[in-house]
């Protein structure tokens, strides 16, 4: 019980360091959302949320049990949501 605890301790801390890193590279920003009168910090940071909760959810996940690929596939189900709410936006993606 402990060695799995230290291992989600583990996912969950690596998940929140690496899950800053596109803030300081890329988006989303605010503006986008800023424009339809929308708050868009709010809205961001619902994107900043779900890349930081990837770790965590690597860490509690048992299947597939092979944790390379329950990183993109934890990934995957934690960003497509706000992947489909970003094509809402006519100002996402290319002009």
């Known amino acids: 019980m402990t060695r799995r605890l230290s291992y989600t301790l583990a996912c969950t801390l690596l998940g929140l ?3 800053c890193v596109p803030a300081f590279l890329h988006g989303p920003t605010h503006e986008k959302w800023d424009y339809f009168h929308l708050d868009g910090t709010k809205i961001v940071a619902g994107w900043y949320f779900a890349r930081m909760s990837i770790g965590l959810l690597v860490g509690i996940t048992t299947v597939p049990a ?15 949501p706000l992947g489909v709410v970003a094509l809402g936006n006519p100002l996402c993606g290319p002009p």
């Open 17 to 19: 360091a690496l899950g």
């Open 66 to 80: 092979a944790w390379w690929l329950r990183g993109p596939l934890c990934g995957v189900l934690a960003m497509l």
